[in-house]
């Protein structure tokens, strides 16, 4: 008499595999998206920033400053404004004058594009931001996984 595996038990492997298999590429996708992708925002954050600083070099302060000083704006040459997302990014990008936390005057964010940016698309809008002091070089940085819950994201030091 010979042993082998019936028809029953090999179908069940193989459903279980493929289960397996479902679950690891939702992971590795969650993985790119979080490490990968962002990537592009913290390059062009850090980018923004160096410009932000060589704006309050030049005028000793940052009243005035606009996104096109930063090189946020529609042309093909700078980053993509908030709300405005272009196929060459994963992100949409914006400055403001605001003190959100004491002492830092100025915040810039990227915000991830779920339709209109580079593909493949964002499944949810999450956004990357960085308030600064180009007086002492001090910044505060926070992810939040979902725009619509931003105030519910800590800060911290980068």
Known sequence: MKKAFTLLELVVVIIILGVLATLGLTQYASIVEKKGRTAEARANLGYIRKLVYAYWLT???LTGITNADVGIGTASDQLPAYSTCASTHYFCYGMELA?????YPIIYYAVRCTSGGKNPQGSSRYFLEICSD???GRDLFRYCPDVASGENCQWSWP
């Open 134 to 136: 180009p007086a002492t």
């Open 59 to 61: 005028n000793g302060s």
């Open 99 to 103: 003190e959100v936390a004491p002492g």
